[in-house]
């Protein structure tokens, strides 16, 4: 079945994800998170650039997980100019190192972050089937921001009573979980989320899924993820405002605030038969 999902300007390529992007897509999936989200940048407001130094290791699960997955998907930009000469010899190159200075320190910011993600991976939608689920301890080391995802994660499962046979898939194949949906920050408003999770629907239709299930933390994801493509159909299965925890709560024996972030998540189903 070919994939009817073709909105993307002539430069942009959609590519299966495989193990040499994973640092690419780490840093794409970390940058996002730390200066784009409208939940972490008000969450974390204590958080510094370099910080992200810290926590990109902790990432590499949910990364590696997804993409060794197969169903991990990215926009590539054909026309991406090189910055440096070293990343043109291998197609690409992420130039972050963790700064030991001061200085260094001072001098890591959004935009210098930025400019070292030197390759044409500019979009990515990571999924895994939800048959084989992400691994909660090696999890772990992301729960230290603090652990406010698990947190939402917890509230979202509780608020989610479908029949067990619904959310649970009985073998592999059946619901396909999305868990990363990020783009660079020098690529937004183009409409390449938009393109990239119409194009892994259909593709994941042609490949037998009977869903697709994710958490929006955004009102982008979620406009995007209720609107798919036709024939296809979303559900919001359940959602929480995180304004409902502005006071202290605690989880995982830490205690934090989501101060000022007024955002609702939502859980959602896409089916595809």
Not at 134 to 163: G, N, Q
Not at 186 to 191: A, K, N, S, V
Request: proline share 6%; with cysteine.
């Amino acid at each position: 079945m070919s994939n009817p999902a073709n909105g993307l300007a002539s430069r942009f390529e959609i590519r299966r994800l495989g193990p040499e992007h994973i640092e690419w897509a780490k840093a794409v999936h970390a940058h996002s998170n730390a200066f784009l989200s409208p939940i972490w940048t008000k969450a974390n407001v204590g958080l510094l650039s370099w910080h992200l130094h810290e926590f990109f290791p902790g990432f590499d699960h949910v990364v590696r997980h997804q993409i060794e997955s197969g169903m991990s998907f990215g926009i590539f930009d054909t026309e991406y100019k090189f910055k440096n000469p070293e990343s043109a010899k291998t197609g690409g190159k992420l130039y972050w190192e963790t700064p030991t200075t001061d200085a260094d320190r001072e001098r890591t910011t959004r935009e210098s972050l930025l400019e070292q993600m030197d390759f044409p991976l500019v979009s990515i939608a990571l999924h895994f089937d939800l048959f084989y689920p992400l691994d909660m301890e090696k999890m772990k080391p992301t729960f230290s921001i603090p652990p406010t995802a698990p947190f939402i994660d917890s509230k979202i499962d509780e608020l989610d009573t479908r029949d067990r046979a619904l959310a649970v898939p009985s073998g592999p194949g059946q619901i396909l979980q999305a868990n990363s949906t990020a783009t660079r920050d020098d690529y937004t408003r183009l409409g390449l989320m938009r393109n990239l999770a119409d194009w892994v629907t259909h593709e994941a239709a042609s490949k037998g899924y009977k869903s697709i299930q994710l958490d929006s933390f955004s009102d982008a994801v979620f406009r995007v993820s209720t609107n798919p493509p036709l024939p296809y159909k979303a559900e919001v299965v359940c959602q929480v405002n995180l304004k409902e925890y502005e006071g202290l709560v605690e989880f995982y024996g830490e205690k934090f605030t989501f101060g000022c972030v007024d955002q609702v998540v939502a859980r959602i189903c896409v089916a595809l038969e």
